[in-house]
């Protein structure tokens, strides 16, 4: 279905008392991308005319994001929310795409224990956990650059070049890797694009990594996404662009920064820990094998 202008509005703001009540935000951007309109399946509950349960499916993704008011929880709405989406998949009547899918999950930002209870009551497990991770930018200044390698912002023409790295840097990551010019353009349409703050690498044989800096709040910052290419990796690139982008952060004003990354990857979690940044907290994506929602 296609949300009207007045659920996606009932929705943001369904998320910002469930962010006041919890002290995390249950839709992360790529689902507020959904509510403006990318493609994805919505489900809504709702009480007297007000939408106070939404649960969002991913199909490309196989996950989903649910959240329930904060004074309309424990009275099923989240459970039937996500049985609805069980059944939808079951069915293949109903035709709900992803319903070819193995594994399907729900993410929990944050990891609060509501949220651990309902995952639990509804026989999902943890399978994945992003750490989020975060900093202080006092004292961030530009790194010294390797030898043959130049550092610039974004301009326009780099497109190509930035989303054929961006896939070739995330091939092992559903929802990085997956971005194309559309996602693309939708994130340069975003209030907070700065091409200053998408900082290319460039070395003798083009471009060798990027990092892409966000700066959505005045005093917190965000390594949005970080990558190099195959032909580079090993050489301190990424630790370069990482210094780099932090030094563009703190330029920019920002006090503070975050970044979210998947625990199984050691290599870049190394990274950051290496340049100063503890764990602030964990999402975690709980999951189901489909056959059992037969
Ligand atoms: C998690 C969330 C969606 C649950 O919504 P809800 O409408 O309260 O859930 P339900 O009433 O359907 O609960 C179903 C079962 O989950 C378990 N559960 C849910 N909340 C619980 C809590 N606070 N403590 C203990 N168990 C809980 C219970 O087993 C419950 O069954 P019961 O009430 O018969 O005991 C809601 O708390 C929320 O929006 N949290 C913030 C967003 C979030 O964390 N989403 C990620 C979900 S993985």
Known sequence: ???????????????????????????????RFAIAGAPAEHLLAEQ?????????????????????????????LGGALVEQLIEGLADSDLELPGADITEWGLWSFGDLPA?????????????????VMRRSLAGASAPELPAGLTIRGFRPGDQDALLSLNAEAFAEHPEQGALDADGLAQRMAEDWFDPD?????????????????????PLLGEVYVIGTAS?????????????AGLAHLAAAGATEVVLYVDSSEQIPVRMYEGAGFTIDHRDLLYTRPAQENR
């Open 1 to 31: 279905m296609n949300l009207t202008s007045s659920q996606a509005e009932q929705i943001l703001a369904l998320a910002d008392r469930a962010l006041s009540a919890d002290g995390f935000a249950p839709l992360n951007e790529e689902a």
């Open 48 to 76: 007297d005319g007000t939408v106070v349960g939404y649960l969002q499916w991913r199909p490309d993704f196989g996950t989903a994001q649910v959240v329930v008011d904060p004074h309309y929880r424990r009275r099923g």
């Open 231 to 243: 032909r580079v990796r090993g050489r301190g690139y990424g630790r370069v662009l990482l210094d």
């Open 197 to 217: 703050g998408l900082l290319l690498a460039f070395d003798a044989d083009g471009l060798a990594g990027f990092h892409w800096t966000k700066l959505a709040e």
């Open 115 to 131: 949220a651990r209870e309902f995952a639990a009551a509804l026989g999902l497990r943890p399978s994945r956990t992003l750490l």
